[in-house]
């Protein structure tokens, strides 16, 4: 695994950096044997440390987990537990959904467009502005697998194909918690 670890305003030291790394190693093993790469950021703010981790396991899949301490190492302690509980209900998850054997599998590319609410780009509409336009390719799956992938990643949405109708679909995080699910062959 190709990790990377950085500090913000704050010298990470080789005690540190080792501790990182065992602690990482030990929780990812135990769920996936290779995962692709991680980034691991110690940052010092004001009375307290965060440390925010994001592990590449596999295509498209990516968890983030974040947590704050005032103690370093309580903090990343904090951290990779939440990650193995992520990669834990992840491969538990993989483990009893039973894909459809050898289906075909067809990905979209449509354009993933990012906004931000900069004043000074406004028209005088006030209408945001497009930051960003990059190539995302839409999955298909089932619901439940993009649910999983939501939960996993720990996004707001997640559009793919839906496996059963061949339509565009999305799941999405709502503000009391639960997750939402839009599928326009239903409102038909």
Same mark, same amino acid.
Request: glycine share 4%.
């Given at each position: ?34 995962? *692709?790469?991680?980034? #691991?950021?110690?940052?010092? &703010? =004001?009375? !307290? ?5 994001? @592990?590449? +396991? ?51 590319? *449509?354009?993933?467009? #990012?906004?931000?609410?900069? &004043? =000074?780009? !406004? ?5 945001? @502005?497009? +930051? ?57």
């Amino acid at each position: 695994m190709q990790l990377t670890i950085s500090g913000k305003n704050l010298n990470i030291g080789d005690s540190l950096r080792d501790y990182i790394r065992q602690s990482l190693n030990n929780t990812t093993e135990k769920y996936f044997h290779n995962p *692709i790469e991680a980034t #691991v950021i110690v940052s010092k &703010e =004001s009375s !307290h440390f965060r440390c925010d981790m994001s @592990i590449h +396991i596999g295509k498209g899949i990516v968890i983030r987990c974040h947590a704050m301490d005032d103690d370093p190492y309580v903090c990343i302690d904090l951290t990779v537990e939440k990650v193995g509980k992520t990669l834990r209900r992840h491969k538990n998850r993989l483990r009893d959904h039973h894909k459809p054997e050898a289906e075909s599998i067809e990905e979209t590319t *449509i354009k993933q467009v #990012v906004y931000s609410g900069d &004043e =000074s780009d !406004h028209d005088s509409t006030n209408n945001p @502005i497009v +930051i960003a336009e990059m190539a995302t390719k839409i999955l298909p799956m089932t619901v439940s697998e993009a649910i999983m992938r939501l939960d996993i990643t720990d996004q707001q949405l997640l559009m793919f194909k839906n496996n059963a109708n061949g339509q565009l679909n999305v799941v999405f995080r709502r503000q009391d918690g639960n997750i939402g699910w839009i599928d326009p062959s239903l409102a038909r």
